[in-house]
Each structure stands twice: as structure tokens, then as C-alpha cells.
């Protein structure tokens, strides 16, 4: 008969169990290891149960699918969207900062914004959450879905666009340059707002096609809303820098 307890609530542990019938908790707990610092985050900070790569592919095929699924209560299947958005964005302002890749060279900026903005890139990708989150509330509000839900699919499909740009920063290292085209930040767009529409067309009832559309008009338009307010926030930013 075995004598092993269960480190966590002493509850008596038979020979053949790996995890306490009483709280859960793993029977071989002994000491921390790097194995034991990766199941964590695996098990405890993202809870699911596909892999990495099958959840990127799974976001990069059918986003929307993922976001409605998560809605709808099968949340174990995937990775939180939120943390899965923090992480990727932190990557990714990380990726910028270092690599001195200027990524908002043609947003029509002061050069003082410019810098401020890309050293705090992930703070610039995370408000655009809640914003573009409320452009989907209006546009889609026969939905009837609350903010936050609406919020999951943005949280996804953001993910997508960060992980994007972190990619493109080591391509144009390769290609010896720090700045993007022009017409790879239109292209850039482009792709950003038919993405979200397709998004969009699997995530909302109806008509897939008025969904489409309307998903590349809240990405439009949530693009036109931060354009506007970083182009206003440039010119009061020049004119107290001025004073």
C-alpha cells in the first residue's frame, strides 16, 4: 500500500494515480524544473488542449470559426484571445524596438510622434482592441452580441496582423532596408482589411457576403479612426513641443 501524500492537501496518493483525486495537483510535484515552468504556461495560462501550430493555423484558416467557437463556450480547444494578443503584440513592439524598423515611416507623422509611437508600438496596437471591437458592435449590433464578444474576434484577428508584422521585419533586414514601401503598407492594408472581412463572414450570421463587407468596413474604418487620432495627437504634440 502506498504512503505517498499529495503535496498540496496530504490526501493519501495510490500507486498507480498521476494526479490528486482530491485537488487535481500532479502526484510527481517534486522540484521545479523547466519542464515544469513550460507545462504551466501551457496548462495553466492558456488552458487548451491543440498545440501552437494547430491553433496558427487553425487562426490563419478560419478565424472567424475560432472566435464564434470561443463565443460559444468551447473555450479548452483554443488559446485565450486576449492573453494570445498581449503575447504576440509584446513580441512584436519587441521585434520593432530592437531592429529600429521604421514601421510608421508613411503615416504622415512629425518625426517626434514617430519615434514616441514606435517605442510604444504595443500600446498603439492594443487600444485598437476596444476600438475596432465598438466598430463591429454598430456594424453588426442585429448580432446581439456584447462588446467583449465581439472583442474575441478582433483579439484573433489582431493576433494574425502582429505575428504578420513581426515577419516582415527580418525579411526587410535580409533586404537591407529599415523602412517599409509605400506600396507595401497599401498592399499591407489591403490584406489587413480583406482578411478581417473573411474573418467577419465566418464569425457573424447571415449573409456571408454582407458580412464580408461589412467586416472590411470596420477594418476601414477602424484604420481611418486611429489614422485621424495619431494625426491630430502629431499636431498638438508639434505645437506644445513649439511653445
Same mark, same amino acid.
Given at each position: 500500500?502506498?504512503?505517498?501524500?499529495?503535496?498540496?492537501?496530504?490526501?493519501?496518493?495510490? =500507486?498507480?494515480?498521476?494526479?490528486?483525486?482530491?485537488?487535481?495537483?500532479?502526484?510527481?510535484?517534486?522540484?521545479?524544473?523547466?519542464?515544469?515552468?513550460?507545462?504551466?504556461?501551457?496548462?495553466?495560462?492558456?488552458?487548451?488542449?491543440?498545440? $501552437?501550430?494547430?491553433?496558427?493555423? *487553425?487562426?490563419?484558416?478560419? $478565424?472567424?470559426?475560432?472566435?464564434?467557437?470561443?463565443?460559444? =463556450?468551447?473555450?479548452?480547444?483554443?488559446?485565450?484571445?486576449?492573453?494570445?494578443?498581449?503575447?504576440?503584440?509584446?513580441?512584436?513592439?519587441? *521585434?520593432?524596438?530592437?531592429?529600429?524598423?521604421?514601421?510608421?515611416?508613411?503615416?504622415?507623422?512629425?518625426?517626434?510622434?514617430?519615434?514616441?509611437?514606435?517605442?510604444?508600438?504595443?500600446?498603439?496596437?492594443?487600444?485598437?482592441? $476596444?476600438?475596432?471591437?465598438?466598430?463591429?458592435?454598430?456594424?453588426?449590433?442585429?448580432?446581439?452580441?456584447?462588446?467583449?464578444?465581439?472583442?474575441?474576434?478582433?483579439?484573433?484577428?489582431?493576433?494574425?496582423?502582429?505575428?504578420?508584422?513581426?515577419?516582415?521585419?527580418?525579411?526587410?533586414?535580409?533586404?537591407?532596408?529599415?523602412? $517599409?514601401?509605400?506600396?507595401?503598407?497599401?498592399?499591407?492594408?489591403?490584406?489587413?482589411?480583406?482578411?478581417?472581412?473573411?474573418? *467577419?463572414?465566418?464569425?457573424?450570421?447571415?449573409?456571408?457576403?454582407?458580412?464580408?463587407?461589412?467586416?472590411?468596413?470596420?477594418?476601414?474604418?477602424?484604420?481611418?479612426?486611429? *489614422?485621424?487620432?495619431?494625426?491630430?495627437?502629431?499636431?498638438?504634440?508639434?505645437?506644445?513641443?513649439?511653445?
Amino acid at each position: 500500500m502506498s504512503n505517498r501524500q499529495c503535496l498540496n492537501c496530504d490526501t493519501a496518493i495510490a =500507486g498507480s494515480e498521476r494526479y490528486c483525486s482530491h485537488c487535481g495537483q500532479r502526484t510527481d510535484t517534486a522540484r521545479l524544473s523547466f519542464g515544469d515552468i513550460a507545462r504551466d504556461l501551457l496548462q495553466k495560462f492558456v488552458n487548451v488542449e491543440r498545440g $501552437p501550430l494547430a491553433f496558427a493555423w *487553425a487562426l490563419i484558416t478560419r $478565424p472567424g470559426r475560432v472566435a464564434r467557437e470561443y463565443v460559444d =463556450g468551447k473555450r479548452r480547444r483554443y488559446y485565450g484571445p486576449f492573453a494570445t494578443l498581449v503575447v504576440l503584440v509584446g513580441l512584436t513592439a519587441l *521585434a520593432v524596438n530592437v531592429s529600429g524598423y521604421r514601421i510608421l515611416a508613411h503615416d504622415g507623422l512629425a518625426s517626434g510622434p514617430t519615434d514616441l509611437l514606435e517605442r510604444h508600438f504595443n500600446l498603439l496596437l492594443l487600444v485598437q482592441l $476596444p476600438l475596432l471591437g465598438a466598430v463591429c458592435a454598430v456594424l453588426f449590433r442585429r448580432a446581439h452580441l456584447t462588446l467583449p464578444e465581439h472583442m474575441v474576434l478582433v483579439a484573433y484577428a489582431l493576433s494574425i496582423r502582429a505575428v504578420f508584422v513581426a515577419l516582415v521585419i527580418p525579411v526587410a533586414y535580409l533586404a537591407s532596408t529599415n523602412t $517599409p514601401a509605400r506600396e507595401h503598407v497599401y498592399a499591407f492594408w489591403v490584406a489587413w482589411y480583406t482578411y478581417f472581412g473573411w474573418a *467577419a463572414s465566418q464569425f457573424y450570421a447571415g449573409s456571408r457576403v454582407q458580412s464580408w463587407i461589412k467586416g472590411v468596413l470596420a477594418a476601414a474604418t477602424g484604420h481611418a479612426a486611429i *489614422a485621424a487620432a495619431l494625426i491630430v495627437g502629431s499636431a498638438c504634440y508639434e505645437a506644445l513641443i513649439r511653445r
